[in-house]
């Protein structure tokens, strides 16, 4: 306690007043300098058991605080005490839960960086190993036919890695926060006109049919273009789920309250396990299948950045359901 600069000032300002008093005390009458000597004496060591005390329950902080950053399971729990030390060590004890939060946060986003980079890399590995042993064939192929043939067929592959990339991407931009996105009405027919376009010739070619019955006044409030990549990719799913002569219906509910965009396809609907997992990233079912899993993440993704929900369901009369909502 000494050691403390304060500590020293104080008690050299204290002993150099008690001496000054004394003296004058003793000028005046003997028993006044004793009086006087007596009071601050007693004052001193009052004072000097008051900053004892309040030195260690600071020495005591300190050494919690030391065992909470060693001991992951400690909690700093405030005294019943009122006054400064009281509220300062309440304080502390939100600042280390908070910190603790953060702590797992980043552990937590850590640990998902790491199986994200596992899981972009096993997704791309299949695709490369087929187009190296595309270029492998090419090289060796006298034939001009099957040449053109692996040519398109090596461009497909690098297209899907393009487009697995780009998607990835777009997740990643939108879950870092750095996409600014509008604010505007988006009515709902246009979006999806506007969604379903690159689609229609691949929807022609499997003769799924398209129905969409949308109210003209029905209107999301958000971003026209980030909503129609999301409406997109549902569109896309619900096709590549959806047998050759089937149909994709687009209906909507406004209301007062919401506005709310219905997918329904034809297919084969979700087993009952699946449901939960249908937006995880990479979940691609029970069966596999040729996508990436990734299309509905980004769907989700851009919905919920802009406030709205997206939730999936089997259909009674069978078929998958995607329920797009956005409350007024």
Not at 287 to 310: D, F, H, K, P
Request: charged letters at 25%; a negative charge.
């Amino acid at each position: 306690m000494l050691r403390s600069k304060e500590i020293q000032r104080c008690a050299a300002v204290f002993i150099a007043v008690t001496a000054v008093f004394t003296v004058l005390a003793f000028c005046v009458a003997p028993l006044a300098g004793v009086l006087v000597l007596g009071f601050a004496a007693a004052v001193g060591v009052l004072f000097w058991r008051f900053t004892a005390a309040r030195y260690r329950r600071l020495a005591d902080l300190a050494e919690e605080l030391d065992r909470i950053l060693h001991e992951e399971d400690r909690l700093l729990v405030a005294d019943a005490e009122e006054g400064e030390l009281a509220i300062l060590q309440s304080q502390l004890g939100k600042l280390t839960t908070r910190l603790r939060e953060q702590n797992d946060a980043l552990r937590r986003e850590k640990i998902y960086l790491a199986d994200s980079l596992a899981d972009i890399a096993h997704q791309l590995r299949t695709p490369l190993t087929s187009v190296n042993l595309v270029f492998t064939l090419l090289k060796d192929e006298p034939d001009p036919a099957r040449r053109r043939a692996l040519l398109r067929e090596g461009t497909a592959l690098l297209g899907q890695m393009d487009w697995l990339l780009t998607t990835l991407l777009k997740i990643s931009r939108l879950d870092a926060g750095v996409i600014e996105l509008k604010r505007e009405p988006v009515p709902l027919a246009a979006l999806v006109d506007t969604a379903a376009e690159p689609l229609r010739i691949p929807l022609e070619l499997h003769d799924i049919a398209l129905n969409v019955q949308l109210s003209p006044d029905a209107a999301w409030l958000g971003d026209r273009l980030w909503l129609a990549e999301a409406v997109r990719n549902i569109l896309k799913n619900c096709m590549e789920h959806t047998p050759d002569g089937g149909r994709i219906a687009v209906e909507c509910d406004d209301n007062p309250l919401f506005t709310a965009l219905t997918i329904h396809d034809s297919g084969p609907g979700f087993d009952e396990s699946e449901l939960p997992h249908l937006f995880d990233r990479f979940y691609r079912g029970k069966g596999g299948g040729a996508g990436y899993g990734i299309g509905l993440a980004l769907a989700q993704s851009i919905i919920a950045r802009q406030g709205g929900t997206v939730t999936a369901k089997n259909a009674p009369e069978g078929g998958a359901v995607f329920v797009v909502r956005f409350e007024k």
